[in-house]
């Protein structure tokens, strides 16, 4: 297997919680020129994504009041979900997260909208911001 050149931290995406996606994807595609990057749907929420130079707009849509992202909207309302960091070895960067004490709410790795191994730290550890990692 080859060995992947180091890219260092850099932010993957950031999310953004909304009732309906059809509105802001007219405003990023049509009025900001922003193109659409296929990613797949997950954890009960539909998601369509933009690219921003090297980093991505996630647009997240509950499917459900009962998901994650509905559960989101309701206690505060649409806005910025999360904000995910890339990381040039996600184990590395969990096992320094859990040594400092943080919280995850993913004890292990698992796979993304994106098809890559994601982590998410809890937001009481991060200043209220809840903090995706994904390996690069």
Known sequence: MQ????????????GIALESI???VAFLRE???????????SDGARITAFAAGESLVELLE?????TPIGRFIARRG???HHICFGVDNLEEAMARCRA?????VDEVPRIGAEGKPIAFIHPAATGGVLVELTEN
């Open 62 to 66: 509950p499917e459900g009041s009962d």
């Open 31 to 41: 009025l900001i020129g922003m193109e659409d990057t296929a990613v797949a749907d």
């Open 100 to 104: 400092a004490g943080l919280r995850l």
């Open 3 to 14: 060995e992947r050149a180091p890219k260092g931290t850099r932010i993957a995406h950031i």
């Open 22 to 24: 059809a509105p802001q």
């Open 78 to 80: 649409p806005g910025i």
